[in-house]
């Protein structure tokens, strides 16, 4: 099996530096199934290819899995098409003998890395399960040109029609890195198969290889069910996951979006917010602060020139809006002991998260109305049950407030991206019940100018855990 990469980028040769191999030499890597080798079969600073060429042992393979599938052919252990077409072996193998390319990393040309390039890849033979329609219904949506090269299933009977292999070549300017990453995930699914048990921490690949694109692919339901194995409980909380990353930056959401913002931002509403967070993190005297759900970043950019908060991290689901908070922070700009002081993730409020440990307080604000309200006692669990943190300030909309907002139709919410909005009573009744079941106090505040009737526009519940403050 064969895979070949190409660059008319000058100089071609250049490729050698993104992918960590010198086109002058031939390297071998030993892989648990066989060998890949790498080689360049052409090299001049017009066109440069890099060949990874995989030779899979299959008795090696069939000792090298955990679990073998029970088949009615016995010897299908040994005889079958593994060696010769690119399957979820070829994934692993990028990992391994590409994987600083994989991740973008290029430590003597990092502005190469970063920058589209002209690439050419082909794959001989990539085997799809959904034939050649499947090809052009993954690969055309992320911006590449097709050529397949059909094969038939047996060239002495050709009433047999064609083969489910192709040999594909796929044209495009991209970044290498995402290049590499579609193949990656894109080579299972066509597959429909894997060499090896796929378990919970497979999601975490999917999503971490699939950042920035797969949320927004129209196959997104086919690619993520084939990915896991067809395993129904990871599917649907992957999808969930990327249901969530998608949702906010979905066109229709972001002008609605903006029409929110722009009617807090002339209420100010948003500062008062953060504001009245902050206040109470002063109070606290906490100095580790998790912002959970930080979206563009708006509280962390006020923690950090603050000498009391000596840790800062910031969590949210969504790529896309960290890379804005990234942007609006002006990271790289940042003067040392700020910079350091902040950590960027990506992560969801949906799953226990050791990253979460030892900060002395978390902040929620308006996030959990954009969650399904199913899921909250999942959040509740993650949060106070597991990072236990001695402060938990939590904000989210008063529905009653709603009539009483400048343009909004009676019984809309405030954003098409929440699940709810609840009344005071509602809320109240919400927080009782978690702060009694973990243990923490309760206070109840306003934030925003007060209605009498209807009361603030925001509400605010800040949670003490009890027998340790903050
Ligand atoms: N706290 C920010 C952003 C609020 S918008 C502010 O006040 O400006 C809600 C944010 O919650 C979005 O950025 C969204 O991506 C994030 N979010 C939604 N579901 C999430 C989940 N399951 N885990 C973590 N973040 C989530």
Known sequence: MIFTLSTTHTPATDLGFLLYKHPDRLQTFQLRFGQAHVYYPLATPEKCTAALLLDIDPIQLFRSQKVSGNSSFALRQYVNDRPYVASSLLSVAIAQVYGSALSGVCKSKPELAARELPFEASLSVLPSRGGEDLLHHLFEPLGYDLKIHTYPLDAR???????????????????????????????????????????????????????????????????????????????????????????????????????????????????????????????????????????????????????????????DVSARSLSEAAYRLQLDRLPGAQRRKLTLIQGSLLYRDRRLAGYEAVTLVEVIEHLDPARLEVVERVVFGQAQPGLVILTTPNREYNRLWPGLPAGELRHPDHHFEWTRAEFQSWAEGVAGAYGYGLAILPVGSLDPQAGPPTQMAVFTREGRGA
């Not at 292999?165 to 970044?175: G, I, N, Q």
């Not at 797969?214 to 996951?241: D, F, G």
Request: glycine share 8%; proline share 4%.
């Open 157 to 315: 009977f050709p009433e047999w029609g064609p083969s489910e292999a192709f040999t594909v070549e796929l044209r495009s300017h991209k970044r290498l890195q995402d290049l590499l990453a579609h193949l990656y995930v894109l080579i299972p699914v066509l597959d429909d198969d894997k060499h090896y048990y796929v378990g919970e921490d497979e999601i975490d690949k999917l999503l971490a290889r699939g950042e920035g694109w797969l949320a927004s692919h129209p196959a997104r339901q086919l690619i993520v069910e084939r990915y896991l194995r067809h395993r129904r409980k990871l599917t649907a909380s992957a999808l969930s996951q990327l249901r969530e990353e998608d949702a906010p930056d979905e066109a229709g959401d972001e002008q609605s979006g903006r029409k929110e913002e722009s009617i807090e931002k002339s209420t100010g509403l948003h500062q008062q917010r953060l504001d009245a967070v902050v206040d109470r993190l002063h109070a606290s005297g906490a100095r580790r602060v998790a912002d959970l759900g930080c979206g563009e970043g708006r509280l962390i950019g006020l923690l950090l020139p603050d000498g009391q908060f000596t840790q800062v991290l910031g969590m």
